[in-house]
Structure formats: C-alpha cells, structure tokens
C-alpha cells in the first residue's frame, strides 16, 4: 500500500536551541487512520506544522503522497490536504460564509457539501467569534474538507472544548475521517483509541513506539491481577519475597510477568502455599494509558 | 504573475482590514494630523509676521542643508515637511501591520489561515500587500491636499511635489518592510509596539542627516533612495536570517 505521510528520520530544531522532533520516523498508508499520541509539547504540532511546509526540518525529510513537503510539486499535494488547526481563533469580521468561501476558492472546490455534512447551513451569515465553540470547530472542519481531499490532518480537535461539545463533535470527526487516510493528533488517549487504529507515541520529539493497537498490546509487558483477602499490602509483600515487581491498583495488584499463562499457576501456587487467600488471580489487558507509560518508560 | 492564492488573501486582508475600525481609525488619524493637519497649520504660521522675519543663524545657514532656507517657510518646506513625511509614511504601514499581523497571531486566527492551501510566505506576501496598499490609499490622496495647498500658497514648484511624493512613498516601502521585520521578530503586541518605535529611530535619523547635509531638492531624493535602500535591506534581511518560520513558531 502507498505511503500517505512520511516522516523520515526528522530534527526539528528551533532557533532557541529547543528540539521540535528529535530523528522522528513515522509512516502513514493511504486510507489507514493513525494516531500521531503524546503530552503537550511532544512535537505533534511541530508535525503537522511540516506537513504545512511552514517549519522546515533541520534534518530528514517529510513526504506528502509521494511528494517532497516545500519541494517542486507540493502546492498540487497540498490541495488534497486538509488540516483542522488545533484550538484555532476566530475572526470577528468574518462570517462563516466568507470564511469558507474563502477556503473553497483557495481549494478550487465548492462548500456546499461541507456545509451540509457539517450542519452549519443556517450559520454561514453569522459572524465566525459568535459561533459556539463546537460549532467553530465544526466550521474548521468544514473548511479541511471543502475539497474531499485525499488526507485529513486533526490537530487536537476536541481540546479546550466542554465535554458534552467534545462528545458531540466526535460523529463528526468519524464521518469526516471515512473513506480518506487521517491522522488524529490528540493527547487524549480514549479519543485516539476510538477514532484510530493506528498509533505512534511521541516523546519530546522521538516516536518511542508505533504500531496498530493490537501490535502495542502485544509488544506490552503481560499482567497478572492478584487480590486476596490479606489485603494488597501482605500480597506486595509476598511478591517482594519473591524478587516480582508488582503495582497496587484499585484492592489488587498488577504484577509483570513475561508469560501469564504459564507464570500464573507457578505465582498461585507459591502465595497459597504462603498462606495467602487468593480469590483473583488472571491475566489482564493492558489498557491505553499503560501502553503509552510503558512507550514512555 | 501574482500566485492565486496571495491574490484572494490579499482581498480577504483588505476587506477585514476597512471593516476593522481600530485600524482604520488609527490609520487614517496618524496620517490626518502628520500629513495634513500639522504642514497646512504649519504653512499658516509660516506666512504670519514673526515667521516671515525668521533669520536663520549664521553656524546654521553654513551647513549645506540649509542653503535654501531663507525665510520661515523655507524652514517648513526643506526642514519640517520631510520630518512629518517620514513619519507618516513610516508609522501607518507599521499601525497596519500590527493590526494584520501580530493581531492575527494573537488571537490564533493564523491557524485557520494556514490550515487552507496556502504557504506562509503566501500570508505574508498578502498581509504586507494589503498594508501598503491601506497605506497608500490612506496617504496620498492626504499628500494631494497638501499638494493642492502647497504649491500655490508656496510656489514650490511641481519639482517640490513630485520629490515630496517619491520620499513618501519609498518611505512607505520603508515602513512595510519594517511591519515584516516586527511580525518575525515580535512576540506580542506590547513587544510589537515597542520595536515598531525602535525601528522608526534609523529612518529619523537618516531624515536629520539628510535635512542637515543634502542642498535644496536633493534631500527628497537622497533620502527616498535611503529608505527605499533601508526597506529592501530590511526585506532581505527579514526573509533571509529571520526567515517566515518564525511568524508561526
């Protein structure tokens, strides 16, 4: 499958010595829906800011469907672009509608679609500041997809917005993500897990993992969920005792082992015969938050 | 010639730029009182009595700048007009500017912009276009007032006028080159504000030179090909070690 988005072994450093992406490689296939997840400040922006050809990178190169970003032919790929910015400001002397007109003409395209898909037809006259902040970002969106291009750039479109705006933005961000490689920039976990299959977690710059979410799962260390009626101290206790490294959580605690299946039976065994009274003892799917951990570990 | 995109930016600048009133209001206001209000008064003193028996001081007459300053209107024409011009021409693109470029940065409305098919180069190149276009809309049909009162209360001389509307106008390039400089330099507004009156001081100081040292007309000429020399380095200099990156990072 063709490559949508490639970054190649990307630096980004900035005039104040601040690194943006530190040898940062990361592919995209066409149609695929990635994730692009780390904390603020991890170089998600800086990302997607070269992909707009407004950074250049101090080292590497980054690819646009086949094309060289700032290189000959960019402006052509760039049209099948469409990005909505992270958090953006409104203009008070803009109507929606001129917004958009705008965005069209630049796209050589028509709104009327994006307009529709997005449920703005009623609020092209009013003036972009007035709009709720679901709807600008909804504006934003229609403006990335005037064109239907073929690659859809979300930059933390749910950031800053209440949770109720964020929930009912998300159909949307689904829709539009259909049928078109996207990648969704986001901090937020749960987000990048429902809307993507996909994911490269980003640190400080470095892509410290990438994968589909199966992929990362299996690449995670396994667990062990172990409760008993002692309580989680004595178990911690006990594991200590016997050189595992183990973590409390929520009455029980999550203990690593390199197989689960086999090592579990062994661990039972050793804590009944201990006096312990084990009534859990399973292994347990990492979840998002620990994949990313462990990715930061 | 000019790329379709840095053509329909540009109109959207124009069209937000005359229905801001802050904008207009000080982009009209500064050249009203520089290029009109402050020479027509000046002129109306000049030809009052104590004025008219001006005598210039015999160190001052000496210096070659002031080998045509005879009487106090002499003084307004060769010595105070090339002051206000400069000013003028000077400070409204930099007022424009603040107004499109670091206002848009401000409130992240730049993020739109340079999420639809464009480079940041085309932004720049519509935004600093629509300030010297404002500007000279705004400027010079204020020059022609004064054209229309100077030339006959005066009898400058179309020579006069013509050297006058050189100077503003290169100074305009002046002045938007300098709005560039602030935009990638500036980080907020305040900031913005206080380079805007650092970078207003080489082009006074040049004016002083020029008043002091160049005889008669000259002055507009050596001064307009000084501050054109200033914008273009201002311009080069801009792009080439600032570079456009660092209006977006």
């Known amino acids: 499958m063709a490559t949508a988005i490639a970054f190649r072994s990307v630096t980004k450093r900035f005039p104040d010595g601040t690194l943006g992406l530190a040898d940062a490689t990361w592919y995209v296939a066409e149609g695929a829906h990635a994730c692009l997840l780390g904390s603020s400040g991890a170089g998600k922006t800086t990302a997607v800011r070269m992909l707009q050809a407004a950074l250049r990178p101090t080292g590497g190169s980054v690819l646009l469907l086949g094309v060289q970003v700032d290189g000959p032919g960019y402006r052509d790929v760039r049209g099948r672009l469409g990005i909505l910015p992270q958090g953006p400001g409104m203009y008070p002397d803009l109507t929606a509608g001129e917004y958009l007109a705008l965005a069209a003409r630049l796209y050589g395209s028509r709104p009327d679609t994006a307009v529709e898909a997005l449920d703005l037809t009623e609020y092209m006259r009013t003036r972009m500041t007035y709009l709720s902040p679901n709807f600008q970002r909804r504006l934003a969106l229609a403006a990335a997809l005037v064109a239907d291009p073929d690659v859809l750039v979300l930059d933390e479109p749910t950031a800053g917005l209440e949770p109720d705006d964020a929930r009912d933005l998300q159909p949307y961000l689904r829709e539009a993500m259909r049928g078109r490689t996207a990648v969704l920039c986001t901090h937020n976990e749960q987000e990048a897990r429902a809307l993507c299959q996909e994911v490269a977690i980003l640190r400080s710059g470095r892509v410290v993992a990438q994968g589909t979410w199966d992929e990362l799962w299996r690449r995670s260390r396994p667990r062990l969920r172990v409760a008993a009626r002692q309580g989680v101290e004595r178990v911690l206790a006990e594991l200590a005792e016997m050189g595992l490294h183990a973590e409390p959580e929520d009455g029980a605690v999550l203990v690593s082992t390199a197989d689960p299946q086999l090592e579990g039976a062994t661990l039972l065994r050793r804590l009944l015969e201990a006096g312990l009274d084990v009534y859990e003892c399973a292994p347990v799917q990492p979840e998002v938050k620990d994949i990313v951990l462990e990715a930061f570990q | ?249």
């Not at chain 2, 848009?104 to 739109?112: N, P, Q, V, Y």
């Not at chain 2, 404002?134 to 001389?157: C, E, H, N, R, Y």
């Open chain 2, 1 to 249: 010639m000019i790329p379709v995109e840095v053509r329909l930016l540009f109109w959207k600048e124009v069209r937000q730029l005359t229905r801001n009133t802050a904008a207009m209001l000080s982009c009209l206001f500064m050249p009203a009182v520089l290029v009109v209000l402050a020479p027509v008064l000046a002129l109306l003193a000049s030809r009052t009595q104590p004025y008219r028996d001006l005598k210039v001081p015999p160190l001052t007459a000496s210096l070659p700048g002031f080998d045509v300053v005879k009487h106090g209107q002499d003084y307004f024409l060769y010595v105070t007009l090339p002051f206000l011009f400069v000013m003028a021409a000077l400070l409204t693109p930099v007022l424009a500017g603040i107004h499109t470029l670091i206002v848009e940065r401000e409130r992240r409305s730049l993020e739109l912009l340079m999420a639809l098919p464009v480079v940041v180069g085309d932004i720049l190149a519509a935004k600093l276009a629509a300030i010297l276009a404002t500007a000279v809309a705004t400027i010079v049909p204020m020059f022609l007032v004064d054209a229309v009162v100077i030339v006959p209360l005066t009898g400058a001389g179309t020579a006069y006028v013509v050297g006058a509307l050189f100077l503003l106008v290169t100074t305009l390039v002046a002045g938007v080159s300098c709005s560039l400089v602030i935009a990638l330099t500036a980080r907020d507004l305040r900031s913005a504000t206080s380079l805007g009156g650092m970078l207003a001081v080489p082009p006074l100081l040049l004016t002083g030179l020029c008043v002091v040292f160049v005889p008669g007309l000259g002055r507009f000429a050596v001064l307009g090909l000084l501050m054109l020399a200033l914008g273009c380095g201002a311009l080069y200099g801009g792009l080439r070690w600032l570079t456009t990156e660092r209006y977006v990072s």
